[in-house]
């Protein structure tokens, strides 16, 4: 049985690897930023955001409730457009 300790280093450890590839989601975001300004597109899609959203809920195996990884996963594509926005200034 693990102890409290064992399930606080694991979610750091687990914490480490979101930030991580949150990191890299943003770097790929950043990338998309150009490619969207010369070919006049906006930085918000959001028939692409909906099929971000339902790829997410269709890989979730639980026990986090579909409507929570939604909310997650928009602020997550709030911050990437910032993102975007910022760059583009």
Same mark, same amino acid.
């Given at each position: ?8 280093? +694991?979610?750091?450890? &687990? #914490? ?12 790929? !975001? @950043? ?17 692409? +955001?909906?099929?971000? &959203? #339902? ?12 409507? !929570? @990884? ?20």
């Amino acid at each position: 049985m693990k102890r409290l300790s064992d399930w606080r280093k +694991e979610i750091d450890l &687990l #914490d480490r690897k979101v930030v991580a590839l949150l990191s890299r989601r943003a770097e790929c !975001a @950043l990338g998309l930023a150009p490619l969207k300004r010369r070919q006049g597109m906006p930085v918000r899609e959001p028939k692409r +955001e909906r099929v971000v &959203l #339902d790829n997410v809920l269709a890989s979730n195996p639980g026990p986090l409730p579909n409507e !929570a @990884l939604e909310r997650i996963y928009e602020v997550v594509m709030q911050e990437m457009r910032a993102m975007q926005r910022q760059r583009d200034d």
